[in-house]
């Protein structure tokens, strides 16, 4: 485990930060513990452990700024940030990203993104 061109060694790899804010959102957001990132994060953190990942890190992060896709996460090294709805869709970070090291498309909200338009839908029908 090394961060690619510096050559460290990594403690974790991944290692991702799952925003489980309760009330400090952005003005005009509703935080990410409103949304269920608390029952995602946990999941995510057993479905990881049943599929014997290793060398993982998973961590509550406090409001990561971009509320507007709440519940996000984001994993590193890569940094690669994903807006989630369903137990399903960390289910398939854990195992297309972390697993087999293919990020899901799907998911991704990208530096300046607003919420992927998949996910605008759900809203809209909830
Ligand atoms: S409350 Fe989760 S990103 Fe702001």
Redesign the pocket.
């Known amino acids: 485990m090394n961060d690619g061109d510096s050559g460290r060694k990594l403690l974790y790899d991944p290692h991702i930060f799952f925003?489980?804010?309760e009330n400090?959102?952005?003005p005009g957001?509703?935080?990410?513990?409103e949304k269920g990132?608390m029952d995602l994060f946990g999941h995510m953190r057993a479905f990881a452990k049943q599929n014997g990942v290793t060398g993982i890190r998973i961590n509550r992060?406090?409001?990561?700024?971009?509320?507007e896709?709440?519940?996000?996460m984001v994993v590193y090294p890569e940094g690669v940030w994903y807006a989630v709805r369903t137990k399903e869709d960390v289910e398939a970070i854990v195992k297309s990203h972390i697993m087999e090291g293919r990020p899901v498309d799907r998911l991704i909200v990208a530096p300046g993104d607003a919420a992927p338009q998949e996910l605008d839908a759900v809203e809209k029908a909830e």
């Open positions: 925003c489980l804010e400090q959102a952005q957001h509703t935080c990410c513990a990132a992060a406090s409001c990561l700024k971009r509320c896709n709440a519940p996000i």
